[in-house]
């Protein structure tokens, strides 16, 4: 019963998100009011440095419109910002989940859970996700953020994506991830630049 559901599930999936890309493919492409690299290098005594490109295969990989990869250092402590955003998601070109892409080199998942989290736009969710590897852990934080909403699920954003496509609306969507050192305070590091990260997102869609 539960793999009848499922595969009925990603049918419906496979056929709306085929339908939705044809709808975009018909309509305008929408532009982000301030572009990602307007995000302050400065966030409340938080200084950014520019990580290098991503290679060029990688790049290719994701998919994304654009995209922003920062180093942000404070007081010894460091954690790296994450954004690709898509301007119109097609089939076979939506956002990769970190579930998915971030295991490996050594690297073992051991906890993932979801968080509530108290941001200028109200109470969202986010993702957590804690890695292991030869004694070592990094906590990484993510979500799906669009113009209208923030979400942890990745369904959810995919059903969302369907929606706001056939209803004509902007599928403008974004994948956020803040990654820190698994140390003594890495999760309130992650979390107060989980807020701020998406009160500039925010911003860059135009709120």
Not at 2 to 7: E, G, L, S
Not at 61 to 70: F, H, K, N, P, V
Not at 99 to 123: D, M, N, Q, S, V
């Amino acid at each position: 019963m539960i793999q009848d559901w499922r595969w009925w599930t990603s049918c419906v999936l496979l056929a709306g998100t085929l339908v939705a890309t044809h709808l975009k493919d018909a309509g305008p492409t929408p532009r982000l009011a301030r572009p990602l690299d307007a995000i302050p290098l400065e966030l409340e005594g938080w200084r950014g440095e520019e990580d290098p490109p991503l290679r060029q295969e990688i790049a290719a990989s994701l998919g994304a419109t654009a995209y922003l990869s920062r180093t942000y250092r404070r007081r010894g402590r460091t954690a790296n910002l994450f954004i690709a955003y898509y301007a119109n998601p097609r089939a076979g070109e939506t956002m990769h989940s970190p579930k998915h892409c971030l295991p490996g080199g050594g690297w073992e998942p051991i906890e993932l859970a979801t968080l509530p989290l108290e941001t200028a736009l109200g109470r969202v969710e986010i993702n957590k996700y804690v890695l292991y590897r030869a004694g070592d852990q990094s906590v990484v934080l993510y979500w799906y953020q669009t113009p209208r909403r923030i979400m942890a699920s990745e369904f959810e954003s995919k059903l969302w994506l369907i929606w706001d496509t056939l209803r004509m609306s902007s599928a403008a969507s974004s994948i956020v991830r803040i990654t820190t050192p698994g140390l003594p305070g890495a999760l309130e590091d992650g979390l107060e630049l989980s807020r701020l990260a998406i009160s500039e997102l925010a911003r860059c869609y135009g709120q």
